[in-house]
């Protein structure tokens, strides 16, 4: 309900980008205005767009483009490359992908339950799609380090699943950000975790799960500066995304500063109150920042998100 400068000015923008979308049948129509938000808000471009649901991947490819040349944007080589790819998808493991993905904000053991049986389905429509394997991936890595799953079954998936998306496409951005995850937590490889995060912002430089977690293996090696940057350019890439929320809320713990961290927790939680990773950062951010009200509210919280989920 919000205008187009209200919306540019939350999220730190001068433009905004419009849609419409609309399905007929096999077919998606799709319109999109490209908006200028100060000093008033005007209409600058606008086009229609109808594809096959199969061909959707390219319909973004395409819209993607044209926006970059209506605002004079210069893409890289390597996003030239990518935009200018054919790719089909089956409709309905990409709409199987996309409820995986809706899951994955609040990492508690029934939503990533949930997110695994919906890849799985649309692995079973589309076998040959490459970043359902990555997305498995992810949810295997996450099921093990939050205790769903013993580390002995979950990591073997991981590889296994990785293996499988680079051999189908090795240009994956999501099995790259993995690998980095895998070399940095599970085989405490620093080398090959930041050459597997450089190799996924080559391919995308907005993934901002990449340039969050690149950012904390910096402050490990020490090099707080970079770290900075890094987290700073992902949370503004997707300031309200609440898994970016919450590991940006770690990142300015790493930065000791916990009242921002609490803040910035505080209106995560306000929107999404049963966000266990919220509340797990919160924890700590209160602890160092000595507010032990805090921590014991958000303990007792954490508590009860963990019996919900184990009584399903």
């Known amino acids: 309900d919000k205008s187009i400068p209200e919306i540019a000015s939350e999220l730190g923008v001068d433009k905004v980008i419009e849609a419409s979308i609309l399905g007929l049948g096999?077919?998606?129509?799709?319109q999109v205005k490209l908006m200028d938000a100060y000093p008033?808000?005007?209409?600058?471009?606008?086009?229609?767009?109808?594809?096959?649901?199969?061909?959707?991947?390219?319909?973004?490819?395409?819209v993607t483009?044209?926006?970059?040349?209506?605002?004079?944007?210069?893409?890289?080589?390597?996003?030239?490359?990518?935009?200018?790819?054919?790719?089909?998808?089956?409709?309905?493991?990409?709409?199987?992908?996309?409820?995986?993905?809706?899951?994955?904000?609040d990492l508690n053991h029934e939503s990533l339950k949930k997110a695994k049986d919906?890849?799985?389905k649309a692995i079973k429509k589309d076998p040959d799609w490459a970043p359902l394997y990555a997305a498995l991936a992810g949810v295997w890595i996450s099921m093990g380090?939050?205790?769903?799953?013993?580390?002995?079954?979950?990591?073997?998936?991981?590889?296994e699943n990785l293996e499988k998306a680079l051999t189908l496409d090795p240009d994956v951005e999501d099995a790259h950000y993995i690998k980095a995850v895998m070399a940095w937590m599970a085989e405490w490889n620093w080398e090959n975790a930041e050459s597997e995060f450089l190799?996924?912002?080559?391919?995308?430089?907005?993934?901002?799960?990449?340039?969050?977690?690149?950012a904390h293996l910096l402050y490990i090696l020490q090099r707080p500066k970079e770290a900075k940057?890094?987290?700073e350019l992902a949370y503004k890439l997707d300031p309200k995304n609440p898994l970016i929320q919450s590991t940006y809320g770690l990142t300015l713990c790493c930065e000791y500063n916990y009242d921002a961290a609490v803040h910035l927790l505080d209106n995560l939680l306000a929107s999404d109150p049963d966000n266990f990773l919220g509340h797990s950062v919160m924890e700590m951010a209160a602890f160092h920042g000595g507010n032990i009200d805090r921590v014991f509210e958000a303990e007792k919280r954490l508590i009860l998100l963990g019996e919900e989920a184990m009584n399903g």
């Open 26 to 30: 096999e077919k998606i129509s799709l």
């Open 40 to 62: 008033e808000e005007q209409q600058l471009w606008m086009q229609d767009y109808v594809e096959d649901k199969s061909r959707i991947l390219n319909l973004y490819n395409t």
């Open 65 to 105: 483009k044209e926006i970059s040349e209506e605002i004079n944007v210069l893409l890289t080589p390597k996003e030239a490359q990518r935009l200018a790819q054919s790719k089909t998808v089956d409709r309905k493991a990409y709409e199987e992908y996309l409820k995986g993905y809706s899951y994955l904000d």
């Open 118 to 120: 919906y890849f799985n």
């Open 145 to 159: 380090s939050m205790g769903a799953e013993s580390p002995e079954t979950a990591v073997p998936k991981v590889y």
């Open 199 to 214: 190799k996924s912002i080559a391919v995308n430089p907005n993934h901002v799960f990449t340039r969050i977690h690149y």
């Open 229 to 231: 940057i890094q987290a």
